[in-house]
């Protein structure tokens, strides 16, 4: 199923849980985005809609480590000589060719993983902390892998928890369990839509439903 699907129906849920748990407009709005979020969650694996969309794009990685390259090679030029200058040249083809074979989107999905982690240090927010490390592993694991799974559902209701905690907002946990289990629903091979469907136990069982 599409991501904007899966994002229709975790907003849809957030706003049934809003009105269930009678909030204040403010917190609907955000109970419906983290709604929105939780439902794109599982597609923060490998090829991933989700990782996809938050990430740092590595064409700006590979644009900032060659101009990078370049001002080196320029320096290495004009200002060094014998075995410095060769070694600036090489440092600087390196770091203008060597990028675009090495780094791959899951490399900045890993990245971003480790940004929010940092914020979560500095602000010492713990489900931040959480997040980031859910986004880092998730960064490793094939699409339809174990973020498509009922442990992954378990991890991400956790960091849920701990953001309903630190906030005091009754509903967050309920509404990033179901938002997260809609999309798994909704990507089974039962559907008529899915050619592939989802392995609900893994990693004890890799059967697909």
């Not at 990685?61 to 001002?71: K, Q």
């Not at 982690?117 to 980031?132: D, K, P």
């Not at 339809?144 to 905690?165: D, K, M, N, P």
Request: a positive charge.
């Amino acid at each position: 199923m599409k991501g904007a699907s899966h994002a229709l129906a975790g907003t849809a849920i957030g706003l049934g849980t809003a009105v269930y748990y009678n909030l204040e407009p403010a917190a609907t709005g955000l109970v419906m985005l983290l709604g929105s979020t939780a439902a794109l969650a599982p597609d923060l694996d490998t090829n991933g809609r989700l990782s996809n969309r938050i990430s740092l794009h590595r064409k700006w990685l590979w644009y900032t480590l060659s101009a990078i390259g370049v001002l080196i090679g320029i320096y290495s030029l004009i200002s060094l000589s014998g075995l410095f200058k060769a070694g600036g040249i090489i440092a600087a083809v390196t770091l203008i060719i060597a990028p675009r074979f090495l780094i791959k989107q899951r490399f900045m999905v890993m990245l971003t993983g480790l940004a929010i982690i940092g914020i979560g240090w500095f602000y010492t927010e713990y489900w931040l902390i959480y997040f980031g490390l859910f986004t880092i592993l998730s960064s490793f694991l094939p699409h339809r892998g174990l973020t498509h799974s009922a442990l992954g559902l378990l991890v991400f209701t956790y960091i849920a928890h701990t953001l309903e905690i630190r906030l005091d907002i009754q509903g967050i946990t309920a509404v990033c369990f179901f938002a997260y289990l809609s999309h798994l629903i909704l990507d089974m091979k039962a559907l008529p839509f899915n050619k592939k469907g989802v392995k609900w136990f893994l990693p004890f069982f890799s059967k697909e439903f």
